[in-house]
């Protein structure tokens, strides 16, 4: 059997990055990394290793491609290319997981612990009256229990918080209430004294939090939104800030990115705004998830981590 074409679809200067890890990342998985290339004649390539930001769009001409192997966990603008027929994987890093835990469990303590007060009302007054509570007094509901979602659930519930959750379908994690599908909605939400949000962007998680869902949230509550910007109906978001609804929300990710600078929410006083950095893939640890699934595909195993292309995640 002749060696895999294996094709590195992602921004050009993703190479630098990706190369070496990626050759380590094979021979350590037993596969040949003399067809890792750049650049190949679409017939010839067996795996694209992709970032759906690359040039490649239009899977056509790949007429012997066995899978596409995404760099990134969210698959939302490659998901319904009707020109990709063959298996497609999404990532599942144990380094983007990490980043994604330590992001998450950092804006909650900041927000539990009321941390903005001491950082930005230094003006010489001694107030000692108020002690931070204990997170085993904080409600905290993580909204998808996933890959991400759920290694930031059980390390909020190892710092001691009162961790609940939400998924589409039933779950059992140690410590974590799960509460699933349309019929769990609203006890997630009734608890969420703090929501982070970590869902899939797909038809059915559009404005997900809207004026109505909003409303059922504890009075003063914050959302963390590391998953994607279409989960939140922004007017109404703006809306729940206003009348103090909302208390605070932390978004990472926006329907437009990179963010307008004219988008109130730059302005807002009770919103943070980060630029879509609350992790990313990591290459060492990502190639050894690419090149075990080129190992699989090549010995005829199934691939790990695919998507269900109807469910869009
Ligand atoms: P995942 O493993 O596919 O998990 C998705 C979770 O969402 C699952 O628990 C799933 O439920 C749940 N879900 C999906 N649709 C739902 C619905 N309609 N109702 C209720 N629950 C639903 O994804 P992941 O790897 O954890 O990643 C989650 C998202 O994080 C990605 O899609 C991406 O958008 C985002 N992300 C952001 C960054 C960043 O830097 N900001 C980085 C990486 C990823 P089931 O378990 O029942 O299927």
């Known amino acids: 059997m002749s060696d895999p074409v294996i094709l590195f679809a992602a921004r050009p200067e993703r190479w630098a990055t990706y190369e070496a890890p990626l050759r380590t990342a094979l021979a350590k998985a037993g596969v040949s990394d003399s067809g890792l290339v750049l650049q190949a004649a679409p017939e010839t390539v067996d795996y694209i290793v992709y970032a759906p930001n690359s040039e490649v769009q239009d899977f056509t001409p790949y007429t012997r491609l066995k899978a596409v192997l995404n760099l990134w966990a969210g698959v939302e603008q490659v998901v319904g ?161 206003h009348t103090g609804k909302i208390g605070h929300a932390t978004l990472d990710v926006f329907r437009v990115e990179p963010l307008p600078a004219d988008d109130p929410f730059w302005a807002h006083p009770n919103v943070t705004v980060t630029p879509h950095i ?22 005829g195993e199934p691939f790990l981590h695919l998507v269900d292309r109807e469910a869009g995640y």
């Not at 001694?126 to 290694?151: H, K």
């Not at 609350?278 to 699934?293: C, K, L």
Request: charged content about 20%; glycine content about 10%.
């Open 278 to 299: 609350a992790s990313e893939t990591r290459a060492d640890t990502a190639s050894e998830v690419i090149a075990e699934n080129i190992r699989r595909g090549e010995a």
């Open 81 to 241: 290319n009707e020109t990709l027929r063959v298996p497609l994987a999404r990532m599942v890093d144990s380094g983007l997981t990490d980043g994604m835990v330590e992001w998450c469990v950092g804006h909650v303590l900041r927000h539990h612990l009321g941390m903005d007060v001491h950082i930005h009302g230094q003006d010489g007054i001694w107030r000692n009256g108020e002690v931070p509570p204990l997170a085993r007094d904080r409600n905290v509901v993580v909204f998808g229990l996933g890959a991400l979602g759920r290694a930031v659930a059980e390390a909020l519930v190892g710092l001691g918080f009162n961790v609940s959750g939400w998924a589409r379908s039933e779950k059992r994690i140690d410590g974590v209430s799960c509460f699933a599908g349309d019929d769990g909605l609203a006890a997630a939400l009734e608890r969420a004294e703090i929501a982070v949000l970590l869902l899939p962007d797909t038809p059915a998680t559009t404005d997900l939090f809207h004026a109505e869902t909003l409303a059922q949230m504890p009075h003063g509550a914050v959302i963390v939104n590391p998953g994607r910007g279409p989960l939140i109906d922004d007017t109404a978001l703006l809306a729940a800030l």
